[in-house]
């Protein structure tokens, strides 16, 4: 493991590659297709938000989000993650817990989940420590981010 200085953690990333292997069989797939969209925030003052879904996710029939149909709420929630509360930063293990303050899946709420954390050049590349449950198997998730420039 390198270490990863808190400095060149803060800004924002955005999402270029989300593949999970199973850890039973060693298949690799792709949980938000080949080409995901999403971004990543480390702000100065320690918090983060991560949000991700796969490219063209399906618009709802109307334009109030609390209306929809149930099938389009299945739809549109078994397609986007999205999450934020306070990062810890291990320098010297390259190591990083996000903190759950909000989840968009409730039962993180709360969690810290630790993730590995290398930088090299402008991307980032985050996994879980340990496997997690994805679509009913253990997988250890491996994401690339690219650093986006200042939006100033």
């Known amino acids: 493991m390198t270490n990863v200085a808190r400095n060149a953690l803060i800004g924002a990333w955005k999402l ?4 999970e292997r199973d850890t039973h069989t060693g298949i690799e797939t792709y949980p938000m297709g080949t080409q995901p969209e999403g971004i990543i925030m480390y702000t100065p003052d320690g918090y983060m938000s991560a949000q991700f879904c796969p490219p063209g996710r399906r618009e709802l029939a109307g334009n109030d989000p609390f209306t929809a149909s149930e099938h389009e709420y299945k739809n549109a929630a078994q397609t986007y993650f ?5 990062f810890y930063l291990d320098e010297s ?3 990083l817990e996000h903190e759950m303050f909000v989840s968009f899946f409730p039962n993180w709420r709360g969690q810290r989940q630790v993730r590995t954390c290398r930088i090299e050049g402008d991307m980032l590349y985050l996994s879980p420590e340990a496997p997690v449950r994805f679509n009913g198997s253990m997988k250890i998730a491996n994401l690339a981010w690219q650093r986006v420039p200042p939006n100033l």
């Open 93 to 95: 293990r390259g190591l």
């Open 16 to 19: 270029v590659s989300f593949v």
């Open 82 to 86: 999205a999450y934020s509360g306070p």
